[in-house]
């Protein structure tokens, strides 16, 4: 009798590090499973990054968390499926175990959907290229006017976008990047307290970077 398929998921969040992912396994569909996750523990929704699907997924997911451990102490917290590795890294590992399973895909994902190999291959540059930077983000690129209000979603706050790159909230005006800095609860601070704005402000339901994020793939 055949054993049933499963899967290993590699998940990213935009309340995250960068450098930080979570790393399971699901016998069902991961878009399920990812949704079960969202909970109020963590302010933004999972991302799916990748899966590899494989029959063997319980000794894979197993094989993947020692794989990283070894690597250095990159756990965040022993018993749990949280790593402070870089996503692209994570995928690294994940081809490199596919690679010894026979009936293991791997499938790459971007904004939750499935892409193609070519595709793939571009985010794992993008991963590894050091040199690869974006332009700083302006509210403009996302069509938000001055005026408008965005939502820190961690907390919930509402504040008036001031000009194409600031926000103002009390009187004060701030950076994206430094409002986080300055009110983000002290349970999902990192240690470097270096934070990509983008990813914690939220208009009309989708973060900063989601609406960036498509308007860059539709041009």
């Known amino acids: 009798m055949a054993m049933q398929s499963g899967y290993v998921y590699l998940l990213t969040n935009d309340s995250f590090r960068e450098d930080w992912v979570k790393i399971g396994k699901s016998s069902r569909p991961v878009d399920v499973r990812s949704k079960e996750l969202d909970n109020t523990a963590v302010p933004l929704p ?8 494989t029959s063997k997924y319980n000794e894979v997911e197993k094989l993947v968390h020692k794989t990283i451990d070894r690597l250095t102490d990159l756990r965040i917290r022993q018993n749990r499926e949280f790593f402070n590795v870089s996503p692209s890294v994570a995928l690294d590992i ?7 399973i026979d009936d293991a895909k791997i499938t790459v994902y971007r904004n939750n959907v499935p892409i193609d190999e070519d ?4 985010v794992a540059k993008q991963g590894n290229d050091s040199q690869y930077r974006r332009k700083p983000f302006r509210f403009s690129m996302v069509n938000i006017e001055v005026g ?4 820190f979603a961690p907390t919930g706050l509402e504040v008036k976008v001031a000009d194409d790159k600031k926000i103002e909230f009390e009187g004060r005006l701030y950076t994206l990047s430094a409002f986080v800095g ?5 349970d999902q601070q990192n ?3 270096a934070y990509q704005g983008p990813k914690y402000f939220t208009y009309k339901g989708e973060t900063l970077s989601e609406l960036r994020n498509k308007l860059e793939e539709d041009h």
């Open 46 to 53: 999972f991302s799916i990054y990748a899966t590899m699907q």
């Open 94 to 100: 994940f081809r490199d175990i596919a690679s010894t």
């Open 119 to 122: 595709q793939a291959k571009d």
């Open 148 to 151: 408008e209000t965005v939502t």
């Open 182 to 186: 300055t009110f983000l609860p002290e």
């Open 191 to 193: 240690v470097s307290g």
